[in-house]
């Protein structure tokens, strides 16, 4: 079967952060790709997305809720051939509580911080609307610590970073509170955070999960 890429794709870009939108959509016009529109909340890039029909969507992500994950697949119930890419601050999206199978088929991920020139995203588009593409990481600073944390121990990482105690985040993930324990244990084991006297494990933790978001504490999910 023949395919097809699109010369220059018209691009919706979804951000927040409308002072981010902003700078990102000119520049991005400045690297002569077409920004047909940019929208800072669900509701309006919904709008948009209809009256523009674009044929990519760069999507700002920054830990948003998980309207603006729905938001994709409903885009792509509206075109099928959707080319879609996700910027985040992070290199893992399970810090954020989701994983990359939780997205739509063929969306291109870019950590920002690895981002060299905004080349790479013009590259990322292009991928991204090229009918057999799958979902992957154009550019990525990985972190081995992370990547080999399983997704039981991200997801307690998470939540005791969201000031969860071990109760809750037993009753979260329908587990003991021992379990819980001791999974932040092999957590701490594997990060090598060594308890000592007068240092709380949990803030250590939390500070851990913090700077691998990107952002600080009250930025958070």
Not at 24 to 50: H, I, K, N, P
Not at 99 to 117: C, F, M, V, Y
Not at 189 to 206: D, T
Request: aromatic share 6%.
């Amino acid at each position: 079967m023949d395919t097809f890429t699109i010369d220059k794709p018209r691009i919706l870009i979804l951000d927040c952060n409308r002072f981010e939108l902003a700078t990102l959509a000119d520049s991005l016009r400045m690297q002569g790709l077409d920004v047909v529109g940019q929208a800072s909340d669900t509701q309006s890039a919904l709008a948009l997305f209809r009256a523009v029909h674009p044929e990519s969507v760069l999507f700002n992500y920054q830990g948003c809720d998980q309207s603006c994950i729905d938001l994709l697949f409903t885009f792509r119930k509206l075109n099928p051939t959707l080319g879609i890419v996700l910027l985040t601050d992070s290199p893992d999206l399970r810090l954020y509580g989701i994983r990359q199978e939780d997205l739509p088929h063929g969306t291109q991920l870019i950590e920002k911080s690895a981002l060299n020139d905004l080349h790479e995203i013009r590259n990322a588009v292009d991928i991204a609307n090229k009918p057999e593409s799958r979902t992957a990481w154009i550019a990525n600073e990985w972190d081995a610590s992370l990547s080999s944390l399983t997704d039981i121990q991200i997801e307690t990482l998470r939540l005791l970073a969201l000031g969860l105690s071990n109760s809750d985040i037993g009753k979260a993930r329908f587990v003991s509170e021992k379990s819980v324990e001791q999974t932040i244990t092999r957590i701490a084991q594997h990060l090598h955070v060594v308890h000592e006297k007068g240092r709380n494990m949990r803030v250590i933790l939390a500070s851990e999960y913090f700077k691998w978001l990107g952002s600080p504490r009250e930025h958070a999910i």
